[in-house]
C-alpha cells in the first residue's frame, strides 16, 4: 500500500524513495495522436525489469519527453496516471498540449493569410511543431521586407497554448539606383544602376530583383543585365532561386535574391539553386543547397579585318553542393560556407578540345572541379570601434579558364585594383578592416551612420600546369582608409582610398585608387 500512495503523490518525491521495488513488464501509453504506438514503446522498452524502482519510471517518463522534444513538440508533457503497481503494468498519459488562438500584431503591409502561411506548423487544435515553427520564420526573415517573431503563453483554456506572431513589415516594393567607379577601359570608368524589387509577389513572399547597369557616358557599349526569383517552401523548410543575366562587359556587379555577384565574362548565365535550411546548433544558423549553372562566355579579340576571334567562346555548366552557416548577437557576427562544384562537360563549346582550342588554354580540362570557402568575423570593440576580418579562398587541381578562374582586386576584393585584375587557378584573398565609431551620433545626427575605415588586404594566386613563359604565383596587397555613410534605409556611400604594397607587376607599387560607391533606395 504504501508503493501505490508514493506513486499517487507523483513528482520528483518518486525518485528519492529506494526502498520500494517492483517489477515494470510494460507501459501502457495513453493520449497520443503524433507518434505510433510501436515508436513509444520502444522508446521506453528499457525501462522494465523485475527488479525496478520509481527512479526507474521517471527514466521511461523522461525517454518519452525526449521523442516528442527530438520532433519539436516540447510543449508535450506525460503524466503518470493514479494506478496500483502490482499488476506490473505502468500507466502514462500523453498530454500534446494545442494550440489555443493565434494572435498577429504590427502587420501593415501583409495581411494575415500571408502571415499564417509563413508557419504551416502553426495551427489552432493541433501540438505546434516548434522546430517547423522555428524554420518557417528563419525562412520568412530572409525577406527584407518582412521580419517575424512568436511567442507562446499559458492558453486562456485549459492545458492549451495560445500564440502571438509580431511582424515588423515594410513596402515590399523597393527601388535601387547605384553609382561607382568600377568602370575600366575604353568604356568609363563610371557605373550607373538601377535595380527593381519586390518582396511579396503573389502575397506568398515570393521576391523579385530586375537590374539594369550600364555606363553613363558609352550607354550604348555597357549593358548588364540581371534577373532573379526567390520562391520560399514554407512547408518543406526551403527556397528555390532562379537567376539569369547578360552582360557585354567582361566585369561588373549583379544584384540578386540570394545576395550580389561579380562577374567574371562578358556573356549569358543562368542558374537554379534549391536551399534546404538545417537544425539550429545553439545560435548557430546553417543550411545546405544544390544547383546547377549555365556560363557562356563570349570573346571578341580580332586583328584588324579578321572575322572570328582569336579566343573561342566558351561554355561551362557546374554543379554545387554547398554548405553556409551563421551566427549573429550584439557583438559578434560569424560567417562561413564551403562548396564543391562540379563541370558537367558535353553540348556546344563545353568539351575539354574547346578549352584546348587555339586560343584557349593549354591542359585545361573540362571536367573541372574547385572547392571555394568564405569566412567572416565582425567583432565589437570599446569605444564603438568594430573589427571586420574575411578569408576567401579557391581550390583546384586543374588548369581552368579564365572564367571559373579565382580573381583578386576591386572593391570587394583588393582594394586599389580594378575587378578581378589578378586571375589564376587557385588562391586566397584576405581582409582586415577597423570601423571607427560613428561620428554621426557624436554630433547629434542620430539618423546618421558615419563610420571611418582602416584597411589591409592582401591576394595569393597559384597557376596549376604553368607553361614555361607563365609565372607559377602571383601576390598583390594594399592598405588604406575610407568613409562608410548611411542615412537610415534610404541612402549608404561607401568611399576608399588604396595605397598598392605589393602589384604582382600590374601595379607599381605606391600606387593610390580612390573607389567609390553611391546607392539609393527608395
Not at 367 to 384: C, G, K, N
Not at 391 to 405: H, M, P, R, T, V
Amino acid at each position: 500500500m504504501a508503493a501505490v500512495l508514493c506513486l499517487l503523490a507523483g513528482g520528483p518525491a518518486l525518485a528519492g524513495d529506494n526502498a520500494v521495488h517492483f517489477a515494470i513488464h510494460n507501459y501502457q501509453i495513453e493520449g497520443s495522436q503524433l507518434f505510433s504506438a510501436a515508436i513509444l514503446q520502444r522508446a521506453v522498452a528499457p525501462y522494465t525489469g523485475t527488479d525496478a524502482s520509481f527512479a526507474l519510471i521517471e527514466q521511461a517518463v523522461a525517454a518519452l519527453q525526449q521523442v516528442y522534444a527530438d520532433a519539436g513538440y516540447s510543449a508535450t508533457r506525460i503524466a503518470i496516471a493514479p494506478q496500483d503497481i502490482t499488476s506490473g503494468v505502468i500507466h502514462l498519459s500523453v498530454i500534446e498540449t494545442p494550440v489555443g488562438t493565434v494572435d498577429i500584431t504590427g502587420n501593415q503591409q501583409v495581411d494575415s493569410a500571408n502571415v499564417r502561411a509563413t508557419l504551416p506548423a502553426l495551427r489552432e487544435g493541433q501540438p505546434p511543431d516548434l522546430h517547423a515553427i522555428g524554420t518557417g520564420i528563419r525562412l520568412a526573415n530572409d525577406n527584407y521586407a518582412k521580419q517575424t517573431q512568436i511567442t507562446f503563453r499559458q492558453g486562456a483554456q485549459p492545458d492549451t497554448l495560445d500564440a502571438t506572431i509580431k511582424v515588423a513589415d515594410a513596402n515590399p516594393v523597393r527601388h535601387v539606383i547605384s553609382l561607382d567607379n568600377t568602370g575600366t577601359g575604353p568604356t568609363g570608368n563610371y557605373r550607373l544602376g538601377y535595380a527593381f524589387q519586390h518582396a511579396n509577389l503573389f502575397k506568398r513572399d515570393q521576391m523579385l530583383t530586375a537590374q539594369y547597369v550600364t555606363s553613363p557616358d558609352h550607354l550604348r557599349q555597357v549593358t548588364i543585365l540581371g534577373l532573379s526569383y526567390h520562391v520560399p517552401l514554407y512547408a518543406y523548410g526551403g527556397a528555390i532561386d532562379l537567376s539569369a543575366s547578360h552582360a557585354n562587359v567582361s566585369s561588373g556587379q549583379v544584384t540578386t535574391t540570394a545576395g550580389s555577384y561579380a562577374l567574371s565574362g562578358s556573356g549569358d548565365a543562368a542558374g537554379i539553386r534549391y536551399t534546404q535550411l538545417l537544425p539550429r546548433i545553439v545560435d548557430w544558423d546553417q543550411r545546405v543547397s544544390a544547383g546547377v549553372d549555365y556560363h557562356a562566355y563570349r570573346n571578341d579579340v580580332r586583328p584588324d579585318g579578321a572575322s572570328s576571334s582569336l579566343i573561342p567562346d566558351l561554355v561551362t555548366r557546374p554543379v554545387t553542393l554547398s554548405y553556409a552557416g551563421f551566427s549573429r548577437d550584439v557583438q559578434r557576427e560569424w560567417r562561413a560556407s564551403f562548396s564543391l562544384s562540379q563541370n558537367l562537360p558535353g553540348g556546344v563549346s563545353n568539351s575539354t578540345a574547346d578549352y584546348q582550342a587555339p586560343g584557349g588554354r593549354a591542359g585545361a580540362t573540362a571536367s573541372f572541379r574547385i572547392w571555394r570557402t568564405s569566412v567572416f568575423l565582425r567583432q565589437s570593440l570599446p569605444a564603438d570601434w568594430q573589427v571586420q576580418l574575411q578569408l576567401n579562398g579557391q581550390y583546384s587541381a586543374d588548369a581552368l579558364i579564365s572564367g571559373e578562374q579565382f580573381g583578386v582586386g576591386g572593391v570587394d576584393s583588393v582594394r586599389g585594383f580594378n575587378e578581378r585584375e589578378v586571375l589564376n587557378d587557385y588562391g586566397y584573398r584576405t581582409s582586415v578592416e577597423f570601423q571607427g565609431s560613428n561620428l554621426g551620433k557624436a554630433f547629434g545626427a542620430a539618423a546618421w551612420q558615419v563610420r571611418p575605415v582602416l584597411f589591409h588586404e592582401t591576394g595569393r594566386l597559384w597557376r596549376n600546369h604553368p607553361l614555361p613563359a607563365e609565372a607559377h604565383r602571383s601576390a598583390i596587397a594594399s592598405a588604406g582608409l575610407g568613409l562608410r555613410i548611411a542615412l537610415d534605409n534610404s541612402m549608404q556611400a561607401r568611399i576608399d582610398y588604396a595605397t598598392v604594397l605589393q602589384g604582382a607587376g600590374i601595379r607599381p607599387t605606391g600606387d593610390r585608387k580612390i573607389q567609390a560607391n553611391f546607392t539609393l533606395l527608395f
